[in-house]
Nanobody, 121 residues
Framework: QVQLVESGGGLVQAGGSLRLSCAAS????????MGWYRQAPGKQRELVGI???????NYADSVKGRFTVSRDNAKNTVYLQMNNLKPEDTAVYYC???????????????WGQGTQVTVSS
C-alpha cells in the first residue's frame, strides 16, 4: 500500500557530506513522523533522526550538530543532510514513516529498502 524509496547513499571521505532522500508513495491519507535509522554490521538498528508533521525534530546524540532531518509535506519526502561525516557513520540507512492510509484507520509503520553510506578515513 505504501512504498518508501530512498536515494543518495554512496562513498564519501571523512569530513564530507551526503544528502539522503526518501519519497513515500501509494495510498496515503497523512504521514505523521518520518525519519531515518541506520544499522552498521554486527550492530542493532538505531535511530538517527526523526521529524514530526509539525516540524519538531529529535536526533541521536552521536549526530547532533552534524545531521539535519527535514521534510517536504507536499512531496511526502523526508531528507537527511549529513555533514562532517565520520567513519563510524558507515551503515545502511533506512527511511521510516508512520503513515495513515485512511482517515479513520490507525497509522502503520513503513520502511524503505535501505541505502548504503560508507565513510572512508
Amino acid at each position: 500500500q505504501v512504498q518508501l524509496v530512498e536515494s543518495g547513499g554512496g562513498l564519501v571521505q571523512a569530513g564530507g557530506s551526503l544528502r539522503l532522500s526518501c519519497a513515500a508513495s501509494g495510498i496515503i491519507f497523512s504521514i505523521n513522523a518520518m525519519g531515518w535509522y541506520r544499522q552498521a554490521p554486527g550492530k542493532q538498528r538505531e535511530l538517527v533522526g526523526i521529524i514530526t508533521s509539525g516540524g519538531n525534530t529529535n536526533y541521536a546524540d552521536s549526530v547532533k550538530g552534524r545531521f539535519t532531518v527535514s521534510r517536504d509535506n507536499a512531496k511526502n519526502t523526508v531528507y537527511l543532510q549529513m555533514n562532517n561525516l565520520k567513519p563510524e557513520d558507515t551503515a545502511v540507512y533506512y527511511c521510516n514513516a508512520l503513515v495513515q492510509t485512511r482517515r479513520y484507520l490507525q497509522a502503520n509503520n513503513y520502511w524503505g529498502q535501505g541505502t548504503q553510506v560508507t565513510v572512508s578515513s
